[in-house]
C-alpha cells in the first residue's frame, strides 16, 4: 500500500467492523446486490444500500440481504445517493464510510486491505485497479488514464485510479468538506476536495473485476457533466 505522504492526524482512529458502514449506491442491480451485501456482512456490521428508483427489486433484496435499505423515489444520480448515505451512517454512530458498488465489480475479500490501510489514519483511501491494468477494458482503461492525469495535476498528487469507487473515507473529514456534484462526477470530485483542503490519499491495491455488470454511465450526457465540474474545478484553483 503506498500514500501520498505519512499520516500525522492522531485524532483519526482505524476503521473496524462496528465503526465502519457500506454504501452502496444502486439502481437496478437485482442480479447481484444480495451477494454483494452478504459478502460485506462478513466484514462490516452495518450495510445502507442507498436504492436510486430502481425498477426492479433491488430493495427487497438487499434488505432480504441484512442491509439498511434507503430508497429514492425519484432518480437522483450516484452523488445523490452517496451523500443520503453518509447522512446516515453519521445518524448511526459511524466514523468511516466504504463506498462500493452493487453490481458485483468490488470484491468484498478487499475489505479487510481498506481496514488494514486505515490504521495509518489516512483520511481518504482509494481502490487501485492499476496492479493488473491488463484485465481492465481497455477503452476503461486509456479513459481511466487520461482522465486520472487531468486531477492528479488539479489535486497536485498523484493519483493512479481516480476512478474507482471503491472507497475508504473518514467520515467526519469527509462531512467537513463541501462536496457539491450529484451524478457520477462524484469520483473525481472527492479526490480534488481531499487534496486541495490538505487531507492526504491512499491507495489500496483491489482486485479487478468486470462480468456481466451493465455500466450506468451515459458516455455522453456524463462526460458533459463531467467537464463542466473539471472546467469550474481549473478555475477554482
Same mark, same amino acid.
Given at each position: 500500500m503506498d500514500s501520498a505522504g505519512a499520516s500525522r492526524n492522531s485524532r483519526i482512529v482505524s476503521a473496524n467492523a462496528s465503526n465502519c458502514a457500506a454504501v452502496i449506491p444502486c439502481r437496478d442491480e437485482a442480479r447481484a446486490v444480495d451477494d454483494?451485501?452478504?459478502?460485506?456482512r462478513l466484514h462490516l456490521d452495518t450495510v445502507i444500500v442507498v436504492d436510486d428508483a430502481s425498477r426492479d427489486d433491488t430493495a427487497s433484496k438487499a434488505s432480504a440481504a441484512g442491509a439498511v435499505v434507503l430508497r429514492q423515489e425519484e432518480h437522483r444520480g450516484k452523488g445523490d445517493s452517496l451523500a443520503k448515505g453518509w447522512k446516515e451512517a453519521a445518524r448511526r454512530g459511524c466514523v468511516w464510510v466504504l463506498h462500493m458498488d452493487g453490481d458485483g465489480q468490488h470484491s468484498p475479500a478487499d475489505i479487510p486491505r481498506f481496514?488494514?490501510?486505515s490504521t495509518e489514519r489516512i483520511p481518504l483511501w482509494i481502490g487501485n485497479r492499476?496492479?493488473?491494468?491488463? $484485465? &481492465?477494458? /481497455?477503452? +476503461?482503461?486509456?479513459?481511466?488514464?487520461?482522465?486520472?492525469?487531468?486531477?492528479?495535476?488539479?489535486?497536485?498528487?498523484?493519483?493512479?485510479?481516480?476512478?474507482c469507487g471503491y472507497r475508504l473515507m473518514h467520515l467526519p473529514t469527509l462531512m467537513s468538506l463541501r462536496i457539491q456534484t450529484r451524478h457520477f462526477e462524484i469520483?473525481?470530485?472527492?479526490?480534488?476536495?481531499f487534496a486541495r483542503a490538505g487531507k492526504q490519499l491512499g491507495f489500496v491495491p483491489v482486485e479487478v473485476r468486470y462480468g456481466a455488470e451493465v455500466s450506468k454511465?451515459?458516455?455522453?450526457?456524463? $462526460? &458533459?457533466? /463531467?467537464? +463542466?465540474?473539471?472546467?469550474a474545478a481549473r478555475r477554482g484553483r
Open positions: 454483494v451485501v452478504r459478502g460485506v481496514l488494514t490501510a492499476f496492479n493488473n491494468p491488463a $484485465a &481492465i477494458p /481497455w477503452a +476503461r482503461r486509456l479513459v481511466n488514464r487520461w482522465m486520472s492525469r487531468q486531477l492528479s495535476q488539479l489535486a497536485g498528487i498523484d493519483i493512479p485510479d481516480s476512478q469520483e473525481s470530485e472527492l479526490c480534488v476536495a454511465i451515459s458516455p455522453l450526457r456524463d $462526460a &458533459i457533466r /463531467w467537464g +463542466r465540474w473539471y472546467a
